[in-house]
């Protein structure tokens, strides 16, 4: 069964930096896209950035755009969010997911992935 760990969330000051980064226990060829989602407190999930496994085409959600980078390490089955200037609004539990047959261009449009971590909870202080 596939499973997607994430890591490096915590807690941060308004400004700063904060990579994650996402695990597959599977070789990552079983996934046509890989990526993130949100959930702020009290707020329904919202797509963040994902990545086209084989191309590397990225997608972002207009709030990151310019601040986020995702990336892959096809070797390690990882991919990571590089997260800059963070802002308050950038708190929430972040859920790395992953899918055999989107290219990745649709999860901006209620497209639901086949696979989900368990999240990681990010913090950014005022």
């Known amino acids: 069964q596939v499973q997607l760990v994430e890591s490096g969330g915590g807690l941060v000051q308004a400004g700063g930096s904060l990579r994650l980064s996402c695990a597959a226990s599977e070789r990552t060829f079983k996934f046509n896209s890989m990526g993130w989602f949100r959930q702020a407190p009290g707020k329904d999930r919202e797509f963040v950035a994902n990545?086209?496994?084989?191309?590397?085409?990225?997608y972002y959600a207009d709030s990151v755009k310019g601040r986020f980078t995702i990336s892959r390490d096809n070797a390690k089955n990882t991919i990571y969010l590089q997260k800059n200037s963070l802002k308050p609004e950038d708190t929430a539990v972040y859920y790395c997911a992953a899918d055999q047959w989107s290219d990745g261009s649709d999860w901006g449009r209620s497209y639901v992935p086949d696979y989900w971590g368990k999240g990681t909870l990010v913090t950014v202080s005022s």
């Open positions: 990545i086209n496994w084989s191309s590397g085409d990225t």
